[in-house]
């Protein structure tokens, strides 16, 4: 089954000698490379995100945004559509980072809006959810993934629910450097399954795609994704070095 690596890079790339630098070191990295289980997806910043589409031509690289607003157009200043997403080379979109519900006060039911919309316009969700360290600790995990999947994807139809890519991000494993565990995934994978077939009613042998984010490297991929049969990685600062992402991608690609 193919294999997803999703490059987030956040709110970097500040001028157009950084972003021309990164051109030439994604492509000399890639080039040769014979990728026949991996896709690779770049979400840059918004404003970079056409020039990307335009720069980096590879079969096995598509490009989405880091955000979505709810509304396609109209009087919102500062926030970007998914329909100008999709009409200027995107085909993703990360929506519910847990940056965005932190700094930004982003909530399950905006998550589900924007996810709806996206769908609407044929843009994929990269659907993001986690628990913080003091939610696991406490006992809170299953409650916390259960609210956050079940409001996420409320009033979906279960037909588009499938085209919904979920990302499991431990917040306590975000830019950290702390590994979870084969379990501790494990456990999530298990619980986000049980809950798409028991009520969403999903055929267990057709789930949407469920990957791992959280302080992902080449030297720790086999292990957070491979290892655990997840679908694929979520990758923050590792993807603004096309270099060692790359290695990522060859890893499970393997």
Known sequence: MEKLIIGNLKM???SDVERENYFKSFKKSIRNKKLKQTKIILCPPTIHLE?????????????GAQNVYYENKGSYTGEISPAMVKNFGGEYVIIGHSERRKYFNETDKTVNQKIKLSLKEKLQPIFCLGETSEERKSGELKNIIS???KKGLA????NKIFKVIIAYEPIWAIGTGDIPTSENIMEVQILIKK???D???LNINKLPKILYGGSVNYRNAKNLCLDVGMDGVLVGGESLHPVDFLKI???LDK
Request: hydrophobic letters at 45%; glycine letters at 0%.
């Open 199 to 201: 009520n969403f009613s």
């Open 12 to 14: 970097n790339i500040v």
């Open 51 to 63: 020039t990307f589409t335009k720069k980096i031509k590879n079969k096995n690289v598509s490009f």
């Open 195 to 197: 809950i798409l077939v």
């Open 249 to 251: 991608v060859e890893v």
């Open 147 to 149: 609210k956050q999947l």
């Open 155 to 158: 009033d979906i139809p279960k």
